[in-house]
């Protein structure tokens, strides 16, 4: 059973965009203050989907305890009730073996789940209003289930591709069902924990850059083979977990007998870490230049300051 809330319970977040070093922050904070870390990433929760995540490999872990990795069958759905509901556990258990929990990753709304008491991330779902948009959208197109999201919240519906049918569809399933939307969650938050909440901050260009080397990567290491080991075990785009940046692109380049679009696998990882940038500047949190000595110097000191106080 998940505890209550309380703000004497000391954790760290690591978050940011993709490729900005936030696993190995993480990693090397644990190693000092005898931490563990709990993953906050949408698609590294997903069994089989290594490269296109970027999962941590063991040599990158060095020892130091990860979870909520590799936890979901990869045909399953996963929301952020789900992620909440797993990783609160873990994280008092950590709390209660005197150790220190780092929550590392990118996926926002998870990170919000961790960090503050949220009514609507708790709404049941709602069959009728999941039938009702999946007929709707069969009968229509992903596209007019996604126009009727816009006109209720569109905030929430810049945020999410039309294809991306089932958080377009659960975002109106809290709605519908709560009478909130999901963008006006940021108002309504109840710090659960005492946190320090760390982003690793580089310059634009050279974030590009890195991004765009680590697409490159990725195809090298053989993502478009795990991408067709997806699709030969039954997986559509109408999975979740095909949902994410570089499997998505590969999976409908492949259904129409198309070349890989690395040029765009990359464009929609960049534009996805300006949407990172801009959602977790609103958490504030302490920035930290990871390519700098004095950066790290001066984070570790801040550090042992919030842990002390």
Known sequence: MVQENSLTDKILVVCGPTASGKTALAVDIA??????????????IYKNLNIGSAKPTKDEMQGIPHYMIDIVEENAGFSVSDYESKALPIIYDIISRHKLPIVCGGTGFYINSILYKMSYGNAKGD????DKYRALALKSGNRAVWDELNMIDSETAAKLHYNDSVRVIRALEIFY???VKKSQIIDELNPRFDAFVIMPEIERSVLYDRINARVDDMINRGLLDEVQGLINRGITIDNQCMQGIGYKEIYTARQNGEDVPID???R???????RQLT???RLNPYLFNPLTDKSKIDLYNNIEIFLKT
Do not use: C, L, M, Q
């Open 268 to 274: 929609n990882s960049r534009r996805y870490a300006k």
């Open 279 to 281: 959602f977790f500047k």
């Open 264 to 266: 765009e696998i990359k």
């Open 127 to 130: 069959d009728g209003i999941r």
């Open 177 to 179: 069902s709560t009478g």
């Open 31 to 44: 190693r000092k203050y005898n931490g563990e870390v709990i993953s906050a990433d949408s698609v590294s």
